[in-house]
């Protein structure tokens, strides 16, 4: 097979609107897979590299949450074939390293290592500019109409899960309900809160609501995303640009809640879950804070046997994970259509990076149906 041309949204600078232009993308290599791309939401990770908070490699293709459909495959390739729908996976788990052989693979060595650098397993990415290199962010590059990924991060789902829904399980709704079900495992009736309602959030919010939280209280400073929350399951709502949301929240569940979950990726906010989650709870940290930033917590507490974790990817199993998600859409216990917002054509980029800044969407995706 030979080289195609692409169109897609380059990452060059922070601070600068991504450029839409035409990139050249390589066939697949032994175990990778050529995938159309159906849709791809807009995540506040993607943002973070825009806003200059986390650092990238550059020039690359941003996305990192897209469903699409196989058009080849390389040698080697058993578990897809050509005409499968597919969710991309940001962390194609190797099935060998330490972290896979003792079932974290959100965790896997070899998959975060190419992560970090914006590459495929063998550490070069497959779209170029002019016989340059364009890395690929998650090992996908979502933000374009064509890509490749490897065969590990190719979780086949049903043909009648609509494709732009899927699209939302290749990160948000992983992320959110996986804090809740893999990562905190929260039992029926504890209390949650969950600082943050967007995107990721209120997924947080529905995984807490399918594992049967008793109070589930949403935080967030803007009106709008705490209506949605309620759409969502929260049984309380607290709006931090008006009261302090960690006295709000300890009134509401007295003396505070079993689980905390920061959705946000703030020092500040990462502190104010952890001030409101009760003595032998759980606070986990969901949202990427800015790179070099450190959070201050009280060493008192820790006398309270108060724990506090981060959660990567939800801990995603995605094998298994995600067909549970597309079933549970189907059987309708699992909300998708409404975290869809806006839909953009790719040219439409950097309007959707603007709506997400200003908290104007739930999710927003770049649909390429
Ligand atoms: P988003 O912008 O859709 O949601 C953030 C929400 O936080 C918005 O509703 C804001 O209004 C709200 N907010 C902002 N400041 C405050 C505040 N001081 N108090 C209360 N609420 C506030 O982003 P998102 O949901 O796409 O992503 C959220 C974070 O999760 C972000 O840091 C992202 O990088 C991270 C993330 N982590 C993983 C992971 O694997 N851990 C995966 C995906 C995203
Ligand atoms: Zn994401």
Redesign the pocket.
């Known amino acids: 097979m030979e080289e195609v041309q692409v169109k897609a949204a380059v990452f060059y600078r922070p601070h600068e609107p991504l450029a839409v232009e035409e990139l050249e993308l390589e066939a697949p290599r032994q175990g990778e897979v050529l995938v159309r791309v159906a849709a791809c939401g807009v995540?506040?990770?993607d943002?973070?590299f825009i806003e200059g908070l986390v650092p990238i490699a550059s020039p690359s293709v941003l996305g990192h949450e897209a469903a699409g459909v196989v058009e080849a495959v390389g040698p080697g390739v058993e578990s897809v074939r050509p005409g499968d729908h597919v969710v991309l996976s940001f962390i194609p788990a190797c099935g060998r390293c330490p972290y896979c052989a003792v079932g974290r693979p959100n965790l896997c060595t070899v998959a975060n290592r190419a992560m970090s650098r914006g590459t495929m397993l063998d550490g070069t990415p497959r779209f170029s500019r002019q016989g340059s290199p364009v890395y690929q962010m998650g090992a996908i590059g979502g933000f374009a109409t064509r890509t490749v990924v490897p065969e590990a991060g190719c979780v086949k789902i049903r043909e009648d899960m609509p494709l732009d829904r899927a699209a939302l399980l290749g990160?948000?709704v992983m992320?959110g309900v996986g804090?809740v079900i893999n990562t905190a495992r929260v039992q029926a009736g504890s209390d949650v809160a969950v600082?943050?309602?967007?995107?990721?959030?209120?997924n947080v919010v529905q995984g807490a609501a399918l594992a049967g939280a008793g109070r589930i209280i949403a935080?967030?400073?803007?009106p709008h995303?705490l209506e949605l929350a309620r759409q969502f399951g929260a049984t309380h709502t607290v709006d931090?640009s008006r009261e302090d949301?960690v006295a709000a929240v300890r009134q509401i569940a007295a003396g505070g809640v079993d689980y905390a979950f920061e959705?946000?990726?703030?020092p500040?906010?990462i502190r104010?879950a952890f001030d409101m989650t009760r003595r032998g709870g759980l606070t986990v940290v969901?949202?990427?804070?800015p790179a070099g930033a450190e959070v201050s917590l009280p060493a008192g507490a820790f006398l309270t046997e108060k724990t506090i974790t981060?959660?990567?990817?939800?801990g995603a199993r995605m094998s298994v994970d995600v067909p549970r998600l597309v079933e549970l859409y189907l059987a309708g216990r699992l909300k998708l259509d409404e975290l869809i917002s806006r839909r953009y054509p790719l040219e439409g980029i950097n309007d959707a990076f603007e709506a997400?800044r200003r908290?104007e969407?739930?999710?927003s995706i770049v649909s390429f149906l």
Not at 195 to 202: A, N, P, R, S, T
Not at 286 to 289: E, F, H, I, S
């Open positions: 995540c506040h990770s943002l973070h990160c948000g992320t804090a600082v943050g309602c967007g995107g990721v959030g209120l935080v967030d400073i803007l995303k931090a949301p959705v946000i990726g703030r500040e906010t104010q969901v949202g990427v804070a981060g959660s990567a990817y939800g997400l908290g969407v739930a999710r």
